[in-house]
C-alpha cells in the first residue's frame, strides 16, 4: 500500500529525497517512520513524523543529517537525506502507524513499502 521512491546511486556527501507514497489509501490520519535494513541486520528505525507533520524523531546516527516532512495534500511524506556517509547505505522503507507512540518500533508498524535501494559509491 506504500511505495517508496528516489533512491540510487550518491557519492559520500551527497543528497537525495525520498517519497513515500499511497495510491490507494489517505497517509493523513497516519504517523509515518522511516526504517532501513542492511543485509544481515535489523531493520533501523530512522525517523518518525505524526500525522500532522509538527512533530519529528530522528535516531541519533542521523540527527542534523536526514528530516522528514510530509505533505498530506499530495498524500506524501519524505525523508530529505543529507550528508550521505558509506554506513548509510541500506534499502530504505516506508510505514504507517495509527498511534506516533508506536513509531520507530518496526513490529509495531501496521503496513510497508517494499524500499528504495541508497547506494552510496566509493
Known amino acids: 500500500q506504500l511505495v517508496e521512491s528516489g533512491g540510487g546511486l550518491v557519492q559520500p556527501g551527497g543528497s537525495l529525497r525520498l517519497s513515500c507514497a499511497a495510491s490507494?489509501?489517505?497517509?493523513?490520519?497516519?504517523?509515518i517512520g522511516w526504517f532501513r535494513q542492511v543485509p544481515g541486520k535489523e531493520r533501523e528505525g530512522v525517523s518518525c513524523?505524526?500525522?500532522?507533520?509538527?512533530?519529528?524523531s530522528y535516531a541519533d546516527s542521523v540527527k542534523g543529517r536526514f528530516t522528514t516532512s510530509r505533505d498530506n495534500a499530495k498524500n506524501a511524506v519524505y525523508l530529505h537525506v543529507d550528508s550521505l556517509e558509506p554506513n548509510d547505505t541500506a534499502v530504505y522503507y516506508c510505514?504507517?502507524?495509527?498511534?506516533?507512540?508506536?513509531?520507530?518500533?518496526?513490529?509495531?508498524?501496521?503496513?510497508w513499502g517494499k524500499g528504495t535501494l541508497v547506494t552510496l559509491s566509493s
Open positions: 510505514a504507517a502507524s495509527t498511534y506516533y507512540f508506536d513509531c520507530g518500533a518496526a513490529d509495531r508498524m501496521e503496513f
Open positions: 490507494e489509501s489517505s497517509l493523513d490520519s497516519y504517523a
Open positions: 513524523i505524526n500525522s500532522g507533520g509538527d512533530t519529528t
